[in-house]
């Protein structure tokens, strides 16, 4: 083990300059640190998010769901910059007093419904537009076994295995291999599924692969924290074949540019509107 000689205080003080400890994305209490209203297009449905795991998931769902010609998916996408505060400003924070991103505000109601977490916006607009959640009892339930699975599981691949192999600012041996072995399960977990089922539920393209592929999908296909080596990913086979079918999906192509600000300028799509702007608005169209 790496020499550590750190021992807690016996009061914890928040000090902003810390490392890993940044003000613009985290702090110790809720509530807006400042006044700024939210835009709001012309479609019912607005999204205020970034292209994270998190945020793809439901840009993902509205993109399969306007494939289905569900019409009243239409969405606008405005970006939501969290390393600039954004999730604090008062319109955010009305939308979700968690200050996460993704959050949806569904124009639709008089008032307005918010929704916030994102397995909980997949759930909504499942159930909203009737479609990828079965409506048979025992399917339905699958499906939400996993689609839960993958909410409790996340952080740790996330917030644990993320943070500290590769984020950072030091790393530590006890964290990364705490955090390594808990990843390397959930894989297997996911695995053994996949080895008796063509989707996560079963027969069905559903919720919950459109929640965990932005997750496991991007990790095993080595665009998440390039740790393609390192767990040795390649072993996971059946995780293999089933990220690689989900990432040809044209509305997973595209619901994955919407407010991504990483990687190739073509796949970043920062604000979406109409469907056009996946062939205008670009940011490669932009340069």
Known sequence: MSENTYQPAKVWTWDPEAKGNGAKTNRPFAGPTHEKSLPVGKHPLQLYSLGTPNGQKVTILLEELLALNVNDAEYDAWLIRIGEGDQ??????????NSKIPALSDH???PPIRVFESGNILLYLAEKFGHFLPKDIAKRTETLNWLFWLQGSAPYLGGGLGHFYHYAPEKIEYAINRFTLEAK??????DRQLAENR????DDYTIADIATWPWYGNLVLNDL???AEYLDLQSYKNVQRWAKEIAQRPAVIRGRKVNRVMGELADQLHERHDAADFDT???DKKA
């Open 185 to 190: 399960r959930q894989l297997d977990v996911l």
């Open 199 to 202: 989707y996560l539920a079963g």
């Open 281 to 283: 608005n670009t940011e």
């Open 225 to 227: 924290y390039g740790a």
């Open 88 to 97: 604090f400003s008062s319109g955010f924070v009305d939308v979700n007093p």
């Open 108 to 110: 639709s109601a008089t």
